[in-house]
């Protein structure tokens, strides 16, 4: 990692931190139980990828950070809430996430469903609020997008192909739509937000949410290298995981070499595209360089 | 039920179910399961409270019903992914609703939590659409006001208090917010919605808002009031399970003559509310005679 990059990413997390601890306080109420989960989960640290790419877009069109710090809060929101469920024993069912026991674990199920359900309307509560944008049509184009990126044609229905992979054997394209659905939706999604708030061309929305599709590939792949290379306590969770379900990933598909080659050139591709922007995107090149060679 | 008022439901019904099936169509992709699971839950029958209320509540501006329909079916989906996520094991674990097995007995659980999961950011995506209304502010002011109301403030709220009735001990009051948050935020949300896309003076507004907050809690007394009076069979559910689980209700507070008595009196000053619009609001004011002499 460029320590311009581990600079920036350092930055980018104290910024939304700080926002999310705003935007989702603690409750005095008989209710703070689930404000306690949400928190717990928002706050259990992670790579705050999404937020970055958010912000590193944004700040190609100088958006101020207090509005792309907004969106990258209501992403992160969204992210946390689809862990919560993703961890819950009738999904994947793990007990560790970075390390720490996974918020069901920490509290109790039927919590840890009410918490990611009251993280997806605050995503929008987030994004919609007038300190988001003063344009009323900026922050209705934020929230659809995120809507339609959310659900079941986007996150939702590629985390539905991925729970019949147990019992179906997908061949390349299949497994290239699931993760452009499960992972690539929402990393696509910060990036083009940042061109939404910052009043982008088309051609510089397009370009950025290209980008963002290929490099949420190539970080999925790097995942199911990582997955089978690292032990549980690189990763701060249970490992190897898919091979053991006997589940089709690129490496059972393109083996290895073939998995390394292909991430390598999506990070290629992906880079390609910020041409557009010249020198200014370095830090959107240097994250793209990272998510293939970080080690957890 | 008034003739008038049956006729009404009837028509409801059909316009939002049709208006559903457009808006959560079935899918030939890997994904499709998903839908399935959506399409079983929002079709399961019911009686489209929420969607009457926000019909008939526009009705009293002339809101065209393509605009209010949108604006049923989005409650709709917030109500239904509310039910499936409550039947769950780790929350009520219902097996049956309506008479038909719940969506995780139905499907699965995971698929029952993707289903809820994807059924909120649909209704969000729904309200945002230039077709719910060519106004981007009004459509803002739906969706912000729906995420308030479905969110940790409000719905899910509710739901985590209740479920920790069976450990603690709740007052009159406690319960009045409980059931405030748990059931009346979405009642009174559908009242509003009407008054939103009706372009009503908040005068009118703030009327069919609290009209939505006392129908709200005379819907839940009754239901309290039916859950010891009625059988299995007629509810379609399991009953007398919050009397098994040792929680607090109206009636253990009030007992079932004062919680009559509360209901009654709740009804007649909704009605009250009512009588700034004069005779052309006799749909409402039957419905809030129903909620307290139905059966079912």
């Known amino acids: 990692m460029t320590p311009a990059l581990a600079d920036a990413l350092k930055a980018c997390s104290e910024e939304v931190e700080t926002a999310l601890d705003g935007l989702c306080p603690t409750s005095p109420e008989l209710e703070g139980r689930v404000f306690d989960s949400m928190r717990y989960s928002l706050f259990a640290g992670g790579k705050?990828?999404?937020?970055?790419?958010?912000?590193?877009?944004?700040?190609?069109?100088?958006?101020?950070?207090?509005?792309?710090?907004?969106?990258?809060?209501?992403?992160?929101?969204?992210?946390?809430?689809?862990?919560?469920?993703?961890?819950?024993?009738?999904?994947?069912?793990?007990?560790?996430?970075?390390?720490?026991?996974?918020?069901?674990?920490?509290?109790?199920?039927?919590?840890?469903?009410?918490?990611?359900?009251?993280?997806?309307?605050?995503?929008?509560?987030?994004?919609?609020d007038a300190a988001t944008?003063?344009?009323?049509?900026?922050?209705?184009?934020?929230?659809?997008?995120?809507?339609?990126?959310?659900?079941?044609?986007?996150?939702?229905?590629?985390?539905?192909?991925?729970?019949?992979?147990?019992t179906t054997s997908y061949d390349l394209d299949q497994i290239t739509r699931l993760q452009n659905m499960k992972t690539g939706a929402l990393i696509a999604w910060s990036c083009e937000a940042g061109a939404i708030l910052g009043r982008a061309t088309a051609k510089e929305r397009e370009a950025l949410r290209q980008y963002g599709l290929e490099l949420g590939l190539a970080f999925q792949i790097a995942d199911d290298i990582l997955d089978i290379e690292s032990t549980p306590e690189e990763m701060g969770k249970a490992t190897a995981k898919d091979a053991e379900a006997g589940k089709e990933t690129f490496i059972t598909l393109m083996g290895l070499e073939g998995a390394r080659e292909r991430a390598a050139e999506l990070v290629h591709n992906a880079t390609a595209r910020l041409d557009l922007f010249g020198e200014r995107a370095f830090l959107l090149r240097d994250v793209a360089a990272y998510v293939i060679e970080r080690r957890s």
């Open 48 to 128: 705050r990828l999404r937020p970055f790419l958010v912000l590193a877009a944004g700040d190609l069109f100088m958006v101020p950070h207090e509005s792309s710090v907004r969106a990258a809060a209501a992403i992160e929101m969204i992210h946390t809430y689809s862990l919560i469920h993703d961890d819950l024993p009738c999904m994947d069912d793990d007990d560790l996430r970075r390390g720490k026991p996974t918020n069901h674990r920490q509290f109790d199920e039927a919590t840890a469903v009410l918490a990611g359900d009251a993280l997806q309307p605050l995503a929008f509560q987030t994004l919609l």
């Open 133 to 166: 944008d003063p344009d009323a049509g900026i922050r209705l184009e934020l929230a659809q997008s995120l809507a339609r990126a959310a659900g079941a044609d986007g996150m939702v229905g590629g985390q539905m192909i991925d729970l019949q992979a147990e």
